[in-house]
């Protein structure tokens, strides 16, 4: 794996020794709009977030017997100093009219890594307002 791809696999590469000894662990990669369909950043953009998709549910695949979870985190426009000045004409398209905001993206990563999520396996949340409903 390169480029956006590789500090996921870096990542889990670094933490299953730890999980696997302790027989539990939660991985939350994260991946965008881009994850499931074109269009959204150009083709190696893409490419890299269907990597991170792929490589999320083969890690669920893998690891889920041995009391390893993983899963896939995927935010549409959020608030945050990168956003910052961008007319996005997609907000038109999101139900909720509005970005979202980093602590909403936060509580559903704190959700995928608590007990609450234990049965939460290899699943794609997407924390967009809706946008990907309508594609």
């Not at 991985?27 to 991170?52: F, L, P, R, W």
Request: hydrophobic residues 40%; negative net charge.
């Amino acid at each position: 794996m390169t480029g956006c791809s590789s500090g996921p696999y870096l990542f889990a590469n670094a933490v299953l020794p730890i999980f696997l000894k302790n027989g539990a662990g939660s991985i939350i990669n994260v991946g965008s709009q881009g994850s499931k369909m074109a269009g959204v950043g150009g083709n190696t953009y893409v490419t890299s977030k269907h990597a991170i998709a792929g490589f999320t549910k083969q890690l669920a695949f893998d690891f889920g017997d041995k009391g390893i979870r993983a899963n896939l985190l995927s935010p549409g426009f959020i608030n945050t100093p990168m956003t910052d000045n961008i007319e996005d004409p997609r907000i038109k398209n999101i139900p909720s009219q509005r970005q979202g905001e980093p602590e909403e993206l936060a509580a559903a990563a704190l959700f995928l890594a608590s007990d609450e999520a234990s049965y939460v396996q290899g699943a794609e949340l997407n924390v967009d307002g809706g946008w990907t409903v309508g594609r």
